[in-house]
């Protein structure tokens, strides 16, 4: 008996050992793939595939490459703007979920009026959403219709509503919608209320972010126009065989390699330093 509670009490303390000491495990980081088919989602491009944009990245860089080649006679010309043209689809990807984004945010206060007409007719919130889908915002009123859909066969309003947000892909939708989750379980009578502030506070908040990309847009195009200068003025070399050829030394080519990585360095500092902060996904 004595042995059985000793081994006990050696358990014990060894379990107590082991959870002071462990350390707790850092949430895992979400994949590479899961991240680029949200930014496919988000540039309203969900219907390709993370495989399939670097397959069109691959084929661009070496279409390019192959045509530059062809005109310069210069291989490592040629690869410079092949590499350039491979990030070519990525950059629109961003450049299209930007636009997206900014799009959203300009119809979110239109959705949430009609969210609150509807209430105020008497509908449930349910089905004012699934009516948003009607009579809503054109970019937006296939998302709202397929949540009528799935709010009539499970008549769940959680499941239909994360669904909603997973199509939406919109960091303004999550919250919208997060809203409007507390709002039917909290209940009460001040669902019309809620939904007007929520309102006026989006279209302050598209107000004044429309304010500030305005007047910080002059630097990213500064950054533009300083990246592409250079190589603007390499493409008009292309006509010159014998100076290309100067590139294909390894003098040459390090001076090419070497300015490429600058331009990139140079373009993404300049780009964070003038770019506001990106809303992102914390209520997903």
Same mark, same amino acid.
């Given at each position: 008996?004595?042995?059985?509670?000793?081994?006990?009490?050696?358990?014990?303390?060894?379990?107590?050992?082991?959870?002071?000491?462990?350390?707790?495990?850092?949430?895992?980081?979400?994949?590479?793939?899961?991240?680029?088919?949200?930014?496919?989602?988000q540039a309203g491009l969900s219907g390709?595939?993370?495989?399939?944009?670097?397959?069109?990245?691959?084929?661009?860089?070496?279409?390019?490459?192959?045509?530059?080649?062809?005109?310069?006679?210069?291989?490592?010309?040629?690869?410079?703007?092949?590499?350039?043209?491979?990030?070519?689809?990525?950059?629109?990807?961003?450049?299209?979920?930007?636009?997206?984004?900014?799009?959203?945010?300009?119809?979110? =206060?239109?959705? !949430?009026?009609? *969210?609150?007409?509807?209430? %105020?007719?008497? $509908? @449930?919130?349910?089905?004012?959403?699934?009516?948003?889908?009607?009579?809503?915002?054109?970019?937006?009123?296939?998302?709202?219709?397929?949540?009528?859909t799935d709010y009539r066969v499970t008549?769940?309003?959680?499941?239909?509503?994360?669904?909603?947000?997973?199509?939406?892909?919109?960091?303004?939708g999550d919250r919208v919608c997060e809203?409007?989750?507390?709002?039917?379980?909290?209940?009460?009578?001040?669902?019309?209320?809620?939904?007007?502030?929520?309102?006026?506070?989006?279209?302050?908040?598209?107000?004044?972010?429309?304010?500030?990309?305005?007047?910080?847009?002059?630097?990213?195009?500064?950054?533009?126009?300083?990246?592409?200068? =250079?190589?603007? !003025?390499?493409? *008009?070399?292309?006509?010159? %065989?014998?100076? $290309? @050829?100067?590139?294909?030394?390894?003098?040459?080519?390090?001076?090419?390699?070497?300015?490429?990585?600058?331009?990139?360095?140079?373009?993404?500092?300049?780009?964070?330093?003038?770019?506001?902060?990106?809303?992102?996904?914390?209520?997903?």
């Open positions: 008996m004595g042995a059985f509670v000793g081994a006990l009490a050696g358990v014990g303390l060894l379990l107590l050992w082991h959870g002071c000491t462990r350390r707790p495990r850092a949430p895992r980081p979400r994949a590479r793939t899961e991240r680029m088919r949200e930014e496919l989602a390709v595939s993370p495989r399939q944009l670097v397959v069109l990245q691959v084929l661009a860089g070496v279409l390019v490459a192959v045509a530059a080649l062809v005109v310069t006679v210069s291989v490592s010309v040629s690869v410079i703007f092949g590499l350039f043209a491979a990030a070519g689809p990525r950059l629109l990807v961003s450049r299209l979920r930007r636009r997206r984004q900014s799009d959203l945010r300009e119809l979110w =206060p239109e959705v !949430v009026d009609n *969210l609150t007409s509807g209430v %105020r007719a008497g $509908l @449930s919130l349910p089905e004012a959403l699934a009516a948003v889908g009607v009579r809503g915002p054109q970019q937006l009123r296939a998302a709202f219709a397929q949540f009528g008549g769940r309003f959680d499941l239909c509503l994360d669904r909603l947000k997973d199509a939406l892909a919109d960091p303004v809203s409007l989750r507390v709002a039917r379980e909290v209940g009460g009578t001040d669902l019309g209320r809620l939904l007007t502030t929520l309102s006026a506070f989006l279209r302050e908040d598209a107000r004044t972010r429309a304010e500030l990309l305005a007047r910080q847009s002059w630097s990213v195009n500064a950054a533009r126009m300083a990246v592409a200068a =250079p190589w603007l !003025v390499l493409v *008009l070399l292309a006509t010159q %065989r014998e100076t $290309l @050829s100067a590139y294909d030394t390894p003098t040459g080519t390090s001076i090419l390699v070497v300015g490429a990585v600058l331009s990139v360095a140079a373009y993404r500092l300049m780009v964070r330093i003038g770019r506001l902060p990106e809303d992102r996904r914390v209520l997903r």
